[in-house]
């Protein structure tokens, strides 16, 4: 078992394509239960079917190395607008997640004690950028996209967006949620100082956000935390086999609070180790 302390959040990150021969089936069937094939099942592509193998069997491999549970034993319930978390009839597990994917890259984010969001952005992505901002935005954040230059725009675009994405959910409302009743505003310079405001809210001091970077991948986390002292990232990648390896990233913005630590000192991953020796799934 490895310790999760409550001042830390930890990033898991698989890159399917790039660490699985793209024309294997991704070994991941023997895990996922019967609705998460369903799921996997109803989408057309093979692309999008292996992703959604990777990205939900990440989930399971991620968690179970935090409790006494093998992968494919997982259970998970979601509330009325979709947000999954680990079921209560497993157990007492002080542990809630986040699940994003996009093409090529998945990530979880597992937290203990607190509510966290994790969303990733390729950006290669084709989107209006100018459109869906000046459309969905709030004020606060569209008038700066629009100053910021067109050879700027998609990048700035994207860390708007994945923040805004995690902090929805992290607070699991979905699109119960106006995209323009928060708004963020990243202060100049590298890394950006990320500030965060909610109308009509008291509780917008106990979020705290973090922006990183790998490869072309943008990530964004929102956590939720009421307990004084910064509170640090750790991001690692889980390769074939199941081993695990530190991930170092590139910091892009960090509201006060948050810090990106690497190498991960506290998870103790060597060489040899693997998932399959420690535990028989």
């Known amino acids: 078992m490895h310790c999760l302390p409550d001042d830390e959040i930890h990033l898991w990150f698989t890159f399917p394509d790039e660490t ?22 109803r989408l057309h592509s093979p692309g999008s079917r292996r992703l959604f193998q990777a990205s939900h069997s990440l989930v399971r491999k991620a968690l179970s190395r935090y409790a006494s549970i093998p992968p494919a034993k997982w259970r998970f319930v979601k509330n009325v607008h979709g947000k999954p978390r680990i079921d209560p009839n497993l157990g007492s ?11 090529g890259l998945a990530v979880v984010a597992v937290a203990a004690g607190a509510d966290v969001g994790v969303d990733v952005e390729s ?22 996209l629009q100053q910021c230059g067109i050879g700027h725009l998609r990048e700035h675009f994207f860390r708007y967006w994945t923040l805004k994405e995690c902090y929805m959910k992290a607070r699991g409302l979905g699109l119960s949620l106006p995209l323009d009743s928060f708004s963020f505003r990243l202060a100049e310079g590298l890394p950006h100082r990320i500030v965060f405001s909610e ?33 640090r990232i750790r991001c690692f990648q889980l390769m074939p086999g199941e081993k695990a390896i530190p991930l170092k990233v590139e910091r892009v913005g960090l509201s006060p609070g948050m810090e990106i630590q ?20």
Do not use: C
């Not at 070994?27 to 996922?32: N, Y």
């Not at 992505?125 to 008038?143: N, T």
């Not at 109308?199 to 990530?219: E, H, P, Q």
């Not at 690497?262 to 799934?281: G, M, N």
């Open 20 to 41: 699985e021969e793209p024309a294997k089936p991704f070994s991941a069937e023997t895990i996922l239960d019967d609705e998460e094939r369903a799921r996997e099942q």
């Open 123 to 144: 950006m290669d992505r084709r989107v209006d950028a100018a459109k869906i901002s000046g459309r969905f935005f709030s004020p606060e954040e569209s008038v700066p």
């Open 93 to 103: 597990i002080p542990l809630s997640f986040s699940l994003s994917h996009t093409k």
């Open 262 to 281: 690497y190498p991960a000192s506290r998870i103790e991953v060597t060489e040899e180790e693997t998932f399959l020796e420690k535990r028989e799934i």
């Open 199 to 231: 109308k009509d809210s008291g509780n917008s001091g106990d979020w705290r956000f973090a922006l990183i970077r790998t490869l072309r991948y943008v990530v964004a986390i929102a956590v939720k935390t009421g307990r004084p002292g910064p509170l």
